[in-house]
């Protein structure tokens, strides 16, 4: 149970082209996704929180015109790589969260396998 | 405030010998923490929790972490090391706030070596 799919795997695209990479939750409701950014030096950077119904929260230094987060229902949720250049290339990884509540405050994070994109 | 660390970049071990990957966190309240791993070219994946009461957690693999909060760590662990235990460790804490709002924070992973 509790499996994430995240698709595109891998994506390239020419420079000034927007990228939507998808990130569903298969089998349970994902009240909350976590959308990351992970560098050749293996580190993960939190890019936004997505909460279903709401809009996204951002972290800090990250543009909100550039990377376009949607998350239209409980299972989905959608990172658009806005106008994309080559700076942009990286192994972008979502994750989702059940609906949390005492009884589960240490349930996990599920993850989706992660699109490697390229712009070129 | 809330923050990982794992103060090693990378852990070289010989296959059959044990392993430690390291993790030290500073949270507010109970510490909700996690390891995960993470294998080439994918996402993570959950490999044990932190259950209050339990100092010493049992996980998937044979992998098992041991929390001390008087040392405010919480160090993976396995008695025997596998070849196809390396790949790249990550620890986690969680933090929920009274709204259920929830932040989630990332040491800056540990790539395990086993050497055969």
């Known amino acids: 149970g509790a499996v994430v799919s995240q698709h595109p795997s891998r994506v390239i695209c020419k420079s000034g082209t927007s990228v939507k990479i998808e990130c569903r939750s298969l089998?349970?409701?994902?009240?909350?996704m976590f959308w990351y950014r992970q560098f050749p030096k293996q580190s993960l950077m939190l890019m936004a929180t997505s909460n279903e119904g709401s809009k996204a929260t951002y972290e800090q230094g990250v543009e909100k015109d550039k990377f376009l987060i949607n998350h239209a229902s409980l299972t989905l949720s959608t990172l658009t790589v806005a106008s994309a250049h080559p700076e942009d290339s990286s192994f972008y990884i979502c994750?989702?969260?059940?609906?949390?509540?005492?009884?589960?405050?240490?349930?996990?994070?599920?993850f989706g396998n992660g699109t490697r994109l390229t712009v070129t | 405030a809330q923050s990982v660390a794992q103060p090693e970049d990378q852990v070289n071990v010989a296959e059959g010998n044990p392993l430690t990957v390291k993790c030290t966190y500073s949270?507010?309240?109970?510490?909700?923490l996690f390891w995960y791993v993470q294998y080439p070219n994918r996402g993570l994946q959950f490999l044990l929790k932190?259950?209050?009461?339990?100092?010493l957690v049992k996980g998937s693999y044979g992998f098992e972490a041991e929390f001390n909060k008087s040392q405010t760590s919480f160090h993976l662990k396995k008695p025997s090391a596998l070849v196809s235990d390396s790949a790249l460790y990550f620890c986690a804490v969680r933090r929920v706030n009274s709204g259920g709002y929830q932040k989630v924070t990332f040491g800056t992973g540990t790539k395990l070596q086993v050497i055969p």
């Open positions: 932190y259950i209050t009461g339990d100092n």
């Open positions: 949270v507010s309240g109970n510490p909700y």
């Open positions: 089998d349970f409701q994902a009240t909350t």
């Open positions: 994750s989702a969260s059940v609906p949390l509540t005492e009884s589960s405050y240490n349930s996990p994070l599920h």
